[in-house]
């Protein structure tokens, strides 16, 4: 019997694709119940086709899967379909069926030849339609919700089949970022008090570091790196990963940054602490070439400002600001027409950027914007 036995489910070395069309190959990973399991990735990378061949919707076209140490080939579709579950984004079409009646259509791998629900098969469509939080629509007619409340009729569906591997194609599609986090954090309480294994496809890269215990990351029809979100979202391999040209991505808060306006600084801002974050984005926004200072490297501002700052003035992290910076900030300073203070006062450690205000205020080049005074 192939290595990995113990894990719900486990990937050696597998192609997918379709016909002799190969998709993705070369891809080996495991997880174990317990687990949620991340595939990352480009548009187009095999994400979908990766899950679809993982549950037997699309043949192997090499390696082996083992889904509880048996291989995917040798287990019967009866058995498969009590321990898999699969929530594709594909419509599916209803006619005059009840979201409970689409629900209870996870029953079916339980029920005999007349598709009758037994009470205890009764409970469970209950119970995962009240954990996905959607029991007021039992009796509506699922052609008439929407997209976003499909979505949670399918995972109730799922759930209600009680698999020991939950797969799920982009299960945030159509969600708002309320129902997103609770999806997700459904998913989290689902593996743990379940006991089972979410293997999902995600496109939203903050919420995939912040809900996987393991990723795939899917690049060039192969996996390039298998790790924990701590080794995936690190250096930067982020945007190697999408080829990320038109800015930057910062693995500390998990966001992108748009590419800042080049050229000479037409406004010199004085930042740090994350006050300023608005002002960058908005000179960003109408085009205007900034300088940006005195910001220290440990600085929550620190990933913005790098990113669209046309020149950029920096402190090392937990020093005090140097007279060497002081100077270099001031001979641009002095050169533009427009000098924008986000604080009315400065610490200790950001005491240098008070020289940088009151030089402005000398040349008469001061603008404050403050949370007591914004506009």
């Given at each position: ?10 990937a ?36 979908s ?44 079409h209803?006619?005059?069926?009840t ?11 339980y ?31 699922f ?9 949670c ?13 939950l ?17 997700l ?32 990351c ?11 979100p ?15 040209e038109?800015?930057?991505?910062h693995?500390?808060?998990?966001i992108v ?76 300073l ?42």
């Amino acid at each position: 019997m192939p290595e990995g036995v113990s894990k719900a489910v486990s990937a050696e070395n597998i192609s997918v694709g379709y016909g002799r069309i190969t998709v993705a190959g070369g891809i080996s990973f495991s997880v174990e119940k317990g687990e949620i399991l991340t595939l990352i990735g480009a548009n187009g990378a095999g994400k979908s086709t990766v899950l679809k061949s993982i549950s037997a919707q699309l043949p192997l076209l090499g390696g082996y899967v083992c889904i509880n140490g048996e291989e995917l080939s040798a287990a019967g579709a009866k058995k498969l379909s009590k321990e898999l579950a699969l929530v594709l984004t594909e419509r599916i079409h209803s006619e005059r069926m009840t979201c409970r009646d689409i629900a209870a259509t996870g029953r079916y791998p339980y029920t005999g030849r007349l598709g009758l629900l037994t009470e205890q098969d009764e409970k469970a469509v209950d119970e995962a339609m009240e954990l996905t939080g959607i029991s007021y629509l039992a009796d509506v007619d699922f052609r008439e919700i929407s997209d976003g409340q499909r979505q949670c009729v399918m995972l109730a569906r799922a759930i209600a089949q009680q698999p020991d591997v939950l797969l799920l194609d982009e299960p945030t599609s159509f969600l708002d970022i309320n129902h997103k986090l609770g999806l997700l954090s459904l998913l989290r309480k689902l593996t743990k008090q379940k006991n089972i294994a979410v293997i999902q496809s995600l496109h939203e890269l903050d919420l995939a570091q912040r809900f996987s215990d393991k990723l795939v990351c899917i690049k060039d029809k192969q996996a390039v790196l298998v790790g924990t979100p701590e080794e995936v979202f690190s250096g930067r391999f982020i945007e190697e990963l999408y080829g990320i040209e038109n800015g930057s991505f910062h693995n500390s808060y998990c966001i992108v940054e748009p590419q800042g306006t080049k050229g000479v600084p037409e406004v010199f801002v004085i930042g740090g602490g994350g006050g300023a974050i608005p002002v960058y984005r908005e000179l960003n926004r109408k085009g205007i070439p900034f300088a940006a200072g005195i910001i220290h490297e440990n600085d929550i501002e620190y990933p913005a400002v790098s990113s669209m700052a046309a020149v950029m003035f920096t402190e090392t992290a937990f020093e005090p600001i140097s007279d060497e910076s002081i100077q270099a900030a001031l001979e641009v300073l002095e050169k533009c027409p427009r000098v924008i203070c986000c604080h009315d006062s400065f610490g200790m450690m950001n005491a240098g950027n008070a020289v940088l205000r009151d030089r402005a205020v000398e040349i008469g080049s001061l603008e404050i914007k403050s949370a007591k005074n914004a506009k």
